[in-house]
């Protein structure tokens, strides 16, 4: 099993209410429900403070590295990614769990 976590910082001078940011965050949270080589599925906002800490996050599961290229390739992933392009910047880490 991988672990892919993802964890988003928005731009400079971008809000998490504005109408894009809004979006975007709708379209990630899909994702669970539409692309079938995702085993768990959770995303949301960041609850603290803390300078150091990104502002939204995913931690989803996969079956194994095809599950996972099938995810990143899946044309719902592609489209809610590319409205994150838009007004943040991500890190990512994928584990073997």
Not at 28 to 38: H, Q, R, Y
Not at 56 to 63: D, F, G, H, M, T
């Amino acid at each position: 099993m991988i672990r892919h976590l993802v964890l988003f910082k928005l731009n400079e001078g971008v809000s998490k209410d504005e109408e894009r940011v809004l979006a975007g965050a709708k379209a990630f949270g899909a994702l669970g429900a539409v692309i079938p080589e995702l085993r768990q599925w959770e995303c949301g906002w960041n609850t603290t403070e803390r300078d150091i800490a990104y502002d939204y996050a995913i931690n989803s599961l996969v079956e194994d590295g095809e599950a996972l290229q099938a995810y990143l390739t899946h044309p719902d992933h592609q489209a809610a990614a590319g409205l994150w392009r838009e007004f943040a910047t991500w890190v990512i880490a994928d584990i073997e769990v």
